[in-house]
Nanobody, 123 residues
Framework: QSQLVESGGGLVQPGGSLKLSCAAS????????VGWFRQAPGKEREGVVC????????NYDDSVKGRFTVSRDNAENIVYLEMTDTKPEDAAVYYC????????????????WGQGTQVTVSS
């Protein structure tokens, strides 16, 4: 059974850091591009960042540039999202998802999604 599970969310102070994990089971995650997305209350789902099979990266949201870093550990079948210098507007449920080898320009064609992990930024 193919599955993605996000973890690592929680409460962080503004300016603090969190590291989210996206773990795959039942398939090889390194065969796919992996995107991170988020949805805040009352807002549409938006792309954050994506990493392709070759390690190429694509930012979907310029507001996280220089603050969020995506990486993958193929041996552990995990993709990470390291969040630094967090801001209140980063608070959302964060999802990971997979598509083909390349990232594309947004959520389209991502066909397998995790359940999400909540990130809360206090102030």
């Amino acid at each position: 059974q193919s599955q993605l599970v996000e973890s690592g969310g929680g409460l962080v102070q503004p300016g603090g850091s969190l590291k989210l994990s996206c773990a795959a089971s039942g398939f090889r995650l390194d065969y796919y591009a992996v995107g991170w997305f988020r949805q805040a209350p009352g807002k549409e789902r938006e792309g954050v960042v994506c990493i392709g099979t070759l390690g190429n990266k694509r930012n979907y949201d310029d507001s996280v540039k220089g603050r969020f870093t995506v990486s993958r550990d193929n041996a552990e079948n995990i993709v990470y999202l390291e969040m630094t210098d967090t801001k209140p507007e980063d608070a959302a449920v964060y999802y990971c998802a997979v598509r083909g080898a390349s990232c594309g320009d947004g959520p389209a064609d991502f066909h397998l999604w995790g359940q999400g992990t909540q990130v809360t930024v206090s102030s």
